[in-house]
């Protein structure tokens, strides 16, 4: 194509046969040639799923590790120097799958099988840093609750009370409450930057 056979609309660079499709597109909202393609609303929800059955998976088999059965029952006594380790060693799993996988392939297992990708703006693959700065943003909330409950029940004494252990157990409750909302939050900044859909 002849330098003066290129038209220019809207920042791109078009010949004057191709013209027509590009404002077709341009109207319609499509996905122009070399733009990324954003992952839709399900199919985040799909990768954040698999992710959240593979953590379960693991509660599971971290729960049979340190307490000795796949969940803690009710009338089950409980070793509380035990569930502090597991939720540090729980945290400490989540960071590193979160930084290990985004920084070998932009993908979680979930993202994986959502087919969806974590780049650059440019297209290009996120960096190692990139990818443990994102890995410790999501697991902050982890850390954080599994040190505010090692302060809370470390030196818990086996004479303290169930009245007592209930009001900490209350407290955390409330803190699980506000890190979900610090979750809600970036899907939310997500939701409503329909264009580029960052948090």
């Not at 004494?157 to 955390?172: C, D, K, M, T, W």
Request: avoid cysteine; charge should be positive.
């Amino acid at each position: 194509v002849k330098p003066d056979e290129i038209v220019e609309i809207q920042g791109h660079r078009v010949s004057a046969e191709g013209k027509e499709e590009l404002l077709q597109r341009l109207k319609s909202g499509e996905r122009l040639p070399g733009e990324l393609e954003r992952s839709s609303v399900a199919r985040r929800f799909g990768a954040l799923f698999v992710d959240g059955i593979v953590f379960v998976l693991l509660g599971v088999v971290l729960n049979v590790l340190f307490l000795g059965s796949p969940a803690v029952l009710p009338d089950q006594p409980v070793n509380y120097h035990m569930i502090l380790i597991q939720s540090l060693v729980s945290s400490t799993i989540l960071l590193g799958y979160l930084w290990a996988l985004h920084a070998r392939r932009g993908q979680t297992l979930g993202k994986m099988a959502a087919k969806i990708k974590v780049v650059n703006l440019d297209g290009s693959k996120i960096s190692a840093q990139t990818a443990f700065l994102r890995a410790v943003y999501y697991s902050f909330p982890q850390f954080a609750l599994a040190f505010i409950q090692i302060g809370m029940f470390w030196g818990t004494p086996s004479e303290v009370g169930l009245e007592e252990i209930q009001r900490r157990a209350a407290q955390i409750m409330v803190l699980n409450l506000i890190f979900a909302a610090y979750y809600l939050a970036s899907v939310i900044l997500a939701l409503l930057d329909r264009k580029a859909q960052r948090a």
